[in-house]
């Protein structure tokens, strides 16, 4: 299983929406709206690195409202550590 992180900065009329519609994303497992530099934390989670890019160019970056994505992918074997 290979999970990432998404770091997601909307526009600031946008964030409730873009948290809804991010949620609805298949191998989307958590969504949070949080304060700081980032609006939503979204949590992904699919069994192919390979995966990964394809969620977040075609379904998460292409919602509008989405100014800014920054994605971390957690290294195998060490998110349970």
Known sequence: MV???VLIVTAPDA???VAVQVRAIRHVSEVH???GPYDIVAEIETESLAD????LADQI???DGIQSTTSLVVFPGRSED
Do not use: D, N, S
């Open 3 to 5: 999970k990432a992180y």
């Open 15 to 17: 964030t409730h929406r």
């Open 33 to 35: 709206e949080v304060m």
């Open 52 to 55: 990964v890019p394809g969620i």
């Open 61 to 63: 970056r292409a919602l």
